[in-house]
C-alpha cells in the first residue's frame, strides 16, 4: 500500500466523488455523492430532483448554476461528511475499500485548482498546497470504520 495516494484517479477513483454509488436523500436516489452534494445546494424540491439523473460532470456543471443558502460556505463541509459517510456505509465494499488503504495519506490530487476539497497538482500551482477537505474527511471516516464506529 503506497504511503499517499496522490490523486482519485485510476485504481483509486472508488474516492472520487464521481464514483457511482446510490446515495439516499430526501426520498430521493442520487447516482453519486457529486450529485446528492450539488443537490444539497438547491433550495426547493424541483431544483433538487435535477440532481438525480446526468452524469457527475454535469450535477456538478447544474450545481454551479444554483443559488445557495446564506449558510452554504459554513456548511458544505458538514453536507458532504453526512455524504461521505453513507457512502462508505460500515460493512459495505466501498467502506472495505477505504479501510484497505490502511494509513495512506489520502490527497484529492486535481488540475482544477481545487484548493479545497483537494490541491491543485497543476505547473502552475507548483507549490501543491491545498486544504485536502476531501481527503480529510476520508481519512477520518476510514478511522471510524476502524474503531468499528458506523
Known sequence: MPNV???FQGEYRWLSNFWPVTI?????AFPSVEHAYQAAKASNLTNVKLFTTGTA???KRRGRQIKTSPNW???????MSGL???KF??????????LATEDATLVEGNYWHDN???RCQCRRCQTKVGHNHLGHLLMEIREELKDGNP
Do not use: H, N
Not at 24 to 28: D, H, I, N
Not at 73 to 79: I, N, S, W
Not at 89 to 98: I, Q
Open 57 to 59: 460532470g454535469e450535477a
Open 5 to 7: 495516494i496522490s490523486s
Open 24 to 28: 439516499q436523500k430526501v426520498g430521493l
Open 89 to 98: 456505509a460500515y460493512g459495505t465494499k466501498l467502506a472495505d475499500k477505504l
Open 116 to 118: 479545497f476539497w483537494g
Open 84 to 86: 461521505l459517510r453513507a
Open 73 to 79: 460556505e459554513r456548511d458544505k463541509a458538514q453536507v
